[in-house]
C-alpha cells in the first residue's frame, strides 16, 4: 500500500488546469499545421493561421487561448494501491481547480444550479471519473470543457439493425446539425455499446486519444477514416466559412452491449481540444 498525501492531488490538479489551457498540444498543433497546408479555402487557410497565431499568443504570454476555459473534467486512473491520507479525495481535486482558476484568472463558468443559473464563482465542482486499475500510481487527465461543443452532443438509442450504416448517418447529421457552432475544424469523439450513460462516457473518452493515432481494432479504425472523410466532405470549413477541414480527427471508443440495443454518442470538441495529463 503507497500513501499519497491529498495536497499533491491538489497541487497537480491546479497546475492542469492552467497548462490545459495556456498550452495547445502537439498533436492538435501538427492538425492545425496540416490544415493550413492542405486547405483549398482562402478563407479556411486564413482561418488555420489565426488559429496556429492564437495558440502560440497563448503559449507564450500564459493566456487561456479560449474565453470559455471550460467546465473541469477529471479523468482518473486510480491504482488499488494507492491510499489517500490528509483529507477527501474528492474535495482535494476541487480545491485544486478553484486555486487553478483563480490563480490563473481563468473565467469562471460553472453555475450551482442548472435553473436558478447561480455562478459558483470558482469553476466547482468538477465532473471526476474514476477507473481503479492494478498498482500504486494515480494518473490524471485534466479536460476542460466548453459549453459552446459541448451543446452540440448528442447520445441516439440506435437499434442492432440499423448497424454499421445507422452509426455513420448518426454521427455526420450530428456534425451537420452542429455547423459552425462547435468551432470547427473540430475533434469528433463517438462512443459504442454499453448503456444509456455509458455511452456518453465513451464518446467523452475518445477526446483524450492523441490526433492521428487511429483506434488499435483495424476495423474501428477503418470506420474512423470513413466517417472523418464524409464529415470533411459537408464543406462546412474552418469556422463555418467554407472548405475541406470541417473536423480534424474522429476517434470511437467501444464496449460491449446488450443484445436489443447499440446505443451512440457524439461529443464534439472544438479546435482547442485541450487536456494534459499527470502520473503522481
Avoid: W
Amino acid at each position: 500500500m503507497r500513501e499519497v498525501d491529498v495536497g499533491l492531488l491538489t497541487s497537480a490538479v491546479a497546475e492542469m488546469c492552467q497548462e490545459a489551457n495556456y498550452f495547445l498540444g502537439e498533436d492538435v498543433i501538427r492538425a492545425l499545421e496540416k490544415g493550413l497546408e492542405e486547405e483549398i479555402s482562402p478563407t479556411g487557410r486564413e482561418v488555420f493561421k489565426q488559429l496556429l497565431e492564437n495558440a502560440r499568443i497563448a503559449r507564450e504570454e500564459k493566456l487561456p487561448m479560449c474565453q470559455d476555459t471550460g467546465f473541469a473534467v477529471l479523468f482518473v486512473e486510480l491504482g488499488q494501491d494507492v491510499h489517500f491520507v490528509g483529507g477527501d479525495f474528492n474535495e482535494a481535486i476541487n480545491e485544486g481547480v478553484r486555486q487553478g482558476y483563480e490563480s490563473g484568472f481563468l473565467r469562471k463558468s460553472i453555475v450551482r444550479d442548472p435553473l436558478q443559473r447561480e455562478n459558483t464563482g470558482d469553476n466547482t465542482p468538477a465532473v471526476i471519473h474514476i477507473d481503479i486499475v492494478p498498482g500504486d500510481k494515480l494518473k490524471l487527465i485534466f479536460a476542460p470543457k466548453g459549453g459552446g461543443s459541448e451543446n452540440m452532443s448528442a447520445v441516439n438509442m440506435l437499434t442492432p439493425s440499423q448497424g454499421v450504416e445507422g452509426l455513420v448517418d448518426f454521427v455526420i447529421e450530428t456534425v451537420t446539425r452542429a455547423g459552425a457552432n462547435p468551432c470547427p475544424p473540430v475533434v469528433v469523439g463517438v462512443g459504442l455499446g454499453g448503456t444509456f450513460e455509458k455511452v456518453a462516457y465513451l464518446a467523452k473518452k475518445a477526446l483524450l486519444r492523441p490526433l492521428g493515432k487511429p483506434h488499435p481494432d483495424p476495423f474501428y479504425a477503418g470506420l474512423e477514416k470513413e466517417i472523418l472523410e464524409k464529415i470533411n466532405r459537408t464543406g462546412i470549413g474552418p469556422q463555418g466559412f467554407g472548405g475541406r477541414f470541417t473536423a480534424l480527427a474522429v476517434h470511437i471508443e467501444v464496449f460491449p452491449c446488450h443484445i436489443a440495443t447499440m446505443p451512440a454518442a457524439v461529443n464534439i470538441n472544438c479546435h482547442a481540444s485541450r487536456h494534459v495529463k499527470r502520473i503522481i
